[in-house]
Each structure stands twice: as structure tokens, then as C-alpha cells.
């Protein structure tokens, strides 16, 4: 027994052995097999690398996710097969994909997506998670990766779509204001290190309410997508365009801090947003829109400032009559106070007859005969002065003070015009506000009724937005009117949207040409002689009356009667008279009117009155500026300058222009700029750079945005070390502009 037992306890022993022996490879079979299981089950798939970072092995259905066979992808750098998503705001904080290889860092659950071959742009992307431990010999040499991968694709894009919702608008594809917020803290950040410039734009969509109120939501929809592309495209890939709400968008524009190029931005996006929207049923949408422009650092340094900074100047772009951009100056005020205010005030001026109605003439091309005379309203303040009516008209269109006060001026001018020769017409501007109410007619046939004023003297001035509405309210309309009596003239025909089908379905008596083309007509370079040639001559084939406005020298007198126009309305012959001025005229039989003017047109011939710096080697000086163009200047308050002196003008805000005298005499020299000053969008001129605020935190101030004053000159020279060489006067006189 007990041998019996021993030689089996021996022989278990030796099974036991040969089993030890045989079981390495058995672990090896069954975890090469285990992983080959994984593999086909779409667990997950092994890869791995060399020291050089080419990839030396990958399983064939990792290979086959992205279309190729195994031996395709092997030998191909790593770097080159995969690429980390720049817009993934969860690897915004690591390394390069590149740089953790280099490195040698673990990799834990990298998202990458399969670049070789495809583009970022591409609708179908592959995404996978890397997770890699480096692998090193005895000698602590890299070896390579070794690791496993998993497709994370439809994962990654649905959270892909979720941060796109997060951060972009769903009707334009527009950044949402969330994404151009953080967009903008970001850039603001780097550049203040970077001593970089950075330009923001707000606009948003003048009448854009009343598309939505007439044509309804679907219309107003269109439009937005129709906008933000046509924004989109004149950017381009020089900035960043984000819809905030609404119809207010905002534009980040880098590294652009030239007030000429940002300046034909905006006056490019005013132009080409103003131009029609095509819609369903062959309706279309007129809409304009108003541009803010704000800098930093100048105007502020963080994103809070910058963004009200260009808020005010949005506003103020709008106050000043739409279809304008204004740049940023620290003088402007809350504008949705100001706003409310001015309502205010102008109401109380209604009520209390503080408006009054002045009267530009239209003559006769050939004997220069008034025959017809404009009236245009006029609000002077106490307080305010005179309110030009681009500022206040807009506000009274946002409520229903427009109707009272068109209703009060058809009245006046009819009662007015009661007392003119009966050759003589009185033309009187209509709201599209105002026209779209329903009881317009009746208002017209109440004030003739009630004036006895004859139907056919009466002139209503029409815009092409009255077509904006209603079409069939917009018929009848028309039809009302024609059936009274009174005359219909289209204004501003030819700015951009004039439609041929206008003068085929309205009966209009008159096209007034926008004063636009007279401003270039003399200009050869221009086609604008020729359009007004174009206009005249499809006017007269629709036998109507052609009014050629904004006539104010000879030259562009010439071109006109040249081109056959037979009615001129402009500051050549007359700016608008009060009506004591005219009873006087007509009392004196003198109601022709001669043309005075200049020979020829100067545009950027401007009259001011503004108290300016002078600087000139270590001294500021204090002057007055008396006209202004984009080439030069004329001023008073030195004595002794020689001609040719070089001289730095100081013109507030940081704005200073390098100029030489050209001519001097007495108190008054006149200077020539060194670079031409660009418009400021209201009307005036600046300079296309200011001083820094970075220069001015140089020389030891603090960093902070540019003040509205003028440069401080002693801050950063300190006091003069010479004698001054000129003397300073002081200047009397009013403002003028």
C-alpha cells in the first residue's frame, strides 16, 4: 500500500511539473486570445508606438474604423494620424498633442480625432479616446507607447452639438452672446499683455420691429439668417461675429485699431445690410442698421468697459438718425436716458407750439421760379439748442408722438402755404409711421377740409419704406390719397433699394433724386452724373417731375441742367426761409431767387470753433481752430509762427496730428497735416490713431483708458526747459459748427 501510495504521490508530482511547464504558454494562447475577443467585440483596440513616435502596431478593427487596413496606418507617425479638438473647451488647459508624445506622458483618455486624410470641416469625423502608458528598457531608453483606443464618435458629437447649443445661436449659426463674452475676456486678456489693439462693433437692425409686425416672424426669421451672412461675408476672416439677442449683433475685430479702415468696415456693413431682403410670395424687407465702434485699450481695457463703450456709441449712431456709425467718446451720455428724455421734452415742445415748420424752395431749372417749397421742422430748445430733426424724428417714430406732429405739420403747412401764390406747392415730409396708420387719409382730407387748402398744392413726400407693410393696405392707401386730390412725390430715389416695380404700381407725381449723386456728380471718377442722367430720363417717359436736392455750387449746378433736370432744390439757391421771410419776398415781388454760391463743391471743407492744443518742442500751447478739413487747418490764438514750422495739434482724447505751417499772419496760421484725417461718423473728422494708453503707462501714468481731455503733455515731459517761442491771444467769437 504505502509503496503503492508513494509511486502515485511521485507520478502527481510529475504531472504537476510538466503542467508548471506547459502553462506559460497556455496564459500566452489564452491572452492572445482574450485580447483578439476584445478587439472584435468593439471594446476597445490595442496600439503601439515606437521611440519615434511612428505607430508599429494597431488591431484591425481600430483600422477599419477609419476606412483603412492595418499596414496603411503602420509606420505613420502618431502626430500625423491624430489631432485634439482646438474648440473642445475641456483641453483648452493641456498640452499639445504633439508635446505630451514628446514628452512622454501618460496619456489618460485623450479625445483626438482621426486627421489623415479628412478635414476638421468635413461632416463625418472619427473620434477616439488615447490611453497610453510609456514604455522604457532596463536602461531607461524610450521605447515607445503602449496602449489601447476607443471610438468615442457619436459621443463626442453629440456633446460637440451640446456646446454648440450652449454657445451658438440656432437660427444664424452666429456665436451666441455667452461664447463671444468669454471670447472676448480671452482676447482682452492676452493683448493688454501683448500691448495689442482691439476693436468692438455693436450693431443692431433699424425697423427691424416693424418687419416683424407687418410681415410676421417667419419674415423676421429670414432676415436675421439673410443679415448675419451678408455681415459674415464682409468680415470675412478678419474678425469674429456673434448675433447677442434679438437684432443686436457684435463684432470682435483684432488687432484693428485705425478709425479710417474700422470707419469703411462700418460704412460697408450700414451699406450692404440696408440693401433689400427677398422673401416668400415675392415680398421683401427694407431694414438699416446703426454701428457703435469701441477700442481698447483707448476706450477700455476690460470687457465690461469696452462692451458699454460701444453700447453708447451704438446709441448715439442711432440718435443721430440711423444708417450712421459712431466711435466711442467719453462725452456721450446714457442714451436710453437721454432717449426718454428728449420724448419727453419734445412732447412738452409740441404742446406748448415750440415747433415750427421752415420751408426750403424748389425752382424752376430754367428761370429759377419757385415752384414748390418743402417744409422741414425745427425744434430750438432752451436748454438743448437746435435739435437737428435726424435726432428727434427717430425718436418720435418709437411712439405715438409721430402721428400728432405729422398731423400738426400737414395743418401749419397748409395754413402756411394758404398765403402764397397759388403757382406755388407745399411738399410735406409723411412718416412710413405715420402712413401705415389707417385713419392717414382721413387726416388729410380733415386738415384740407378744414384749411379750404386746394388738393392739388398739397405735396406728400413718400419713402420707399412705406412699402414695407401691408401691400394691400398700402394700395388702398394710395388710392384714398389720389382720390382727394393731392400729389405724391417718391424721396431719396436711387440710394441703394430703388425698385422700377414702385413706379409701376404707385401713382406717383414726382421723383425727388437723393442728394447722394449731387455730392459726386462732378466727380470723374463717379458714375453719378449718369445715373441722375438715367433718372431724369425714366421720370419723363412716366411723365412725372424730376427735384434734383442738395444743389450747393455752380459745378454741380451745370451737371444737373446738363442732364436735363428741370426742378433744383439746394443751398445754391435758398436753405429753408420762415414764413415772415417769405411773405417779405413774396410782398416785394422778388419770389424767383438767383443762385450765390462757390464755383465748386468742397466736401471736406468744414467751419468750427474749437479750443485745441498746440504742442512745440517741450510747451503746450492753447488755440482756437477755426475750419477744419481732412487735409489742414485754419487757426487763431499764436502770434510769430514762421512758415514752416513744424507743429503737433492736440485734439483731445488722445488725438494728436503732426502738421507744418503754411501760411501765417498775424494771429492766424494755416497748417497742413502730415496724414488726412477720416471720418468720425457724425459728421466731423479725428485722426486714424490716438496715443497710446500703453505709451502713456511708459512714461509712468496709469494704465487706464484715454480721457476725453487733451493729451497730457506735462505728465509725461514735465515742466518746459526752454523759453516759449510764441505768444498766445486770446480769441473771441461763437461757435459755428
Not at 501618460?106 to 514604455?135: C, I, M
Not at 510769430?640 to 492736440?650: K, N, R, S, W
Request: proline letters at 4%; hydrophobic letters at 35%; a negative charge.
Amino acid at each position: 500500500m504505502s509503496s503503492l501510495g508513494s509511486r502515485g504521490n511521485a507520478g502527481d508530482a510529475a504531472a504537476a511539473a510538466n503542467d508548471a511547464q506547459s502553462r506559460p504558454g497556455q496564459i500566452g494562447a489564452t491572452r492572445l486570445q482574450v485580447m483578439e475577443d476584445i478587439e472584435d467585440a468593439g471594446i476597445g483596440w490595442i496600439w503601439a508606438s515606437d521611440a519615434e513616435g511612428r505607430l508599429t502596431y494597431i488591431t484591425e478593427a481600430a483600422a477599419g474604423s477609419v476606412g483603412k487596413q492595418p499596414e496603411e496606418l503602420v509606420g505613420k507617425k502618431v502626430v500625423e494620424l491624430f489631432e485634439t479638438d482646438p474648440d473642445n473647451p475641456d483641453q483648452g488647459t493641456q498640452r499639445p498633442f504633439s508635446f505630451q508624445l514628446k514628452a512622454h506622458t501618460k496619456l489618460n483618455g485623450l479625445t483626438v480625432r482621426y486627421a489623415l486624410g479628412k478635414s476638421r470641416h468635413d461632416v463625418k469625423q472619427t473620434w477616439w479616446t488615447l490611453t497610453a502608458h510609456p514604455k522604457f528598457d532596463a536602461n531607461g531608453n524610450f521605447v515607445g507607447y503602449r496602449g489601447y483606443a476607443e471610438d468615442v464618435s457619436v459621443e463626442y458629437e453629440r456633446k460637440l452639438i451640446d456646446s454648440r447649443l450652449a454657445e451658438f445661436d440656432s437660427l444664424t449659426g452666429l456665436a451666441n452672446r455667452h461664447y463671444m463674452n468669454k471670447r472676448l475676456d480671452s482676447i482682452l486678456a492676452s493683448y493688454r499683455q501683448a500691448e495689442r489693439a482691439c476693436a468692438l462693433m455693436m450693431l443692431d437692425l433699424d425697423k427691424f420691429k416693424q418687419v416683424n409686425d407687418t410681415l410676421g416672424h417667419a419674415a423676421g426669421d429670414s432676415v436675421l439668417v439673410q443679415a448675419s451672412e451678408r455681415i459674415k461675408s464682409i468680415i470675412g476672416n478678419r474678425g469674429e461675429v456673434g448675433r447677442l439677442g434679438g437684432d443686436e449683433f457684435q463684432i470682435i475685430l483684432p488687432d484693428i485699431d485705425d478709425r479710417g479702415t474700422l470707419g469703411e468696415i462700418a460704412e460697408k456693413i450700414i451699406a450692404i445690410v440696408s440693401q433689400p431682403y427677398p422673401l416668400e410670395d415675392d415680398k421683401r424687407a427694407l431694414i438699416g442698421t446703426s454701428v457703435g465702434i469701441a477700442i481698447a485699450p483707448y476706450d477700455g481695457l476690460e470687457r465690461e468697459e469696452l462692451a458699454k463703450a460701444s453700447d453708447l456709441s451704438l446709441y448715439a449712431a442711432k440718435n443721430g438718425g440711423r444708417g450712421q456709425f459712431r466711435f466711442y467718446a467719453s462725452d456721450l451720455k446714457d442714451e436710453e436716458q437721454e432717449r426718454q428724455a428728449l420724448l419727453d421734452d419734445l412732447r412738452e415742445a409740441l404742446a406748448n407750439g415750440e415747433l415750427e415748420l421752415h420751408y426750403q424752395p424748389v425752382v424752376d431749372a430754367v428761370d429759377n421760379t419757385v415752384v414748390c417749397m418743402e417744409a422741414l421742422m425745427r425744434w430750438q430748445h432752451e436748454e438743448r439748442g437746435f435739435v437737428s430733426p435726424a435726432q428727434f424724428i427717430p425718436v418720435a417714430e418709437e411712439s405715438d408722438l409721430i402721428n400728432q406732429m405729422g398731423e400738426w405739420a400737414l395743418r401749419q403747412a397748409c395754413k402756411d402755404a394758404s398765403e402764397w401764390p397759388s403757382t406755388v406747392k407745399v411738399a410735406v415730409n409723411v412718416s412710413p409711421v405715420q402712413f401705415a396708420t389707417r385713419n392717414f387719409p382721413e387726416v388729410v382730407a380733415n386738415v384740407l377740409a378744414h384749411s379750404g387748402f386746394e388738393p392739388g398744392r398739397l405735396e406728400l413726400e413718400l419713402t420707399e419704406t412705406i412699402f414695407l407693410g401691408d401691400s394691400e393696405a398700402t394700395d388702398e392707401t394710395f388710392k384714398t390719397l389720389k382720390g382727394l386730390g393731392v400729389r405724391l412725390a417718391l424721396d431719396d430715389f436711387g440710394t441703394g433699394y430703388s425698385s422700377l416695380s414702385y413706379l409701376r404700381s404707385a401713382p406717383f407725381d414726382k421723383i425727388k433724386v437723393d442728394r447722394s449723386f449731387v455730392d459726386s456728380c462732378t466727380e470723374q471718377e463717379q458714375n453719378s452724373a449718369k445715373i441722375i442722367a438715367a433718372i431724369v430720363g425714366l421720370s419723363n417717359a412716366l411723365s412725372m417731375e424730376t427735384t434734383v436736392e442738395g444743389v450747393e455750387a455752380f459745378d454741380q449746378l451745370k451737371v444737373v441742367r446738363d442732364k436735363g433736370a428741370k426742378l433744383i432744390q439746394g443751398w445754391l439757391y435758398s436753405k429753408a426761409l420762415t414764413q415772415e421771410v417769405i411773405l417779405e419776398r413774396i410782398e416785394s415781388g422778388s419770389f424767383k431767387i438767383e443762385p450765390e454760391g462757390p464755383d465748386k463743391y468742397r466736401s471736406e471743407r468744414r467751419s468750427v470753433f474749437r479750443k485745441i492744443g498746440i504742442i512745440h518742442d517741450d510747451h503746450h500751447y492753447t488755440a482756437t481752430m477755426r475750419d477744419l478739413s481732412t487735409r489742414g487747418s485754419r487757426i487763431e490764438g499764436l502770434v510769430g509762427v514762421p512758415v514752416g514750422t513744424p507743429l503737433v495739434l492736440d485734439l483731445g482724447g488722445g488725438q494728436l496730428v503732426v502738421c507744418e505751417v503754411k501760411r501765417s499772419q498775424d494771429a492766424t496760421i494755416a497748417v497742413e497735416f502730415e496724414s488726412p484725417l477720416v471720418s468720425d461718423g457724425a459728421g466731423g473728422l479725428c485722426t486714424r490713431h490716438r496715443v497710446s494708453p500703453y505709451a502713456l503707462a511708459a512714461a509712468g501714468m496709469p494704465l487706464t483708458s484715454i480721457p476725453e481731455g487733451r493729451y497730457p503733455h506735462e505728465a509725461i515731459s514735465g515742466k518746459p526747459t526752454s523759453k516759449p517761442q510764441f505768444m498766445e491771444i486770446q480769441v473771441g467769437g461763437k461757435g459755428l459748427g
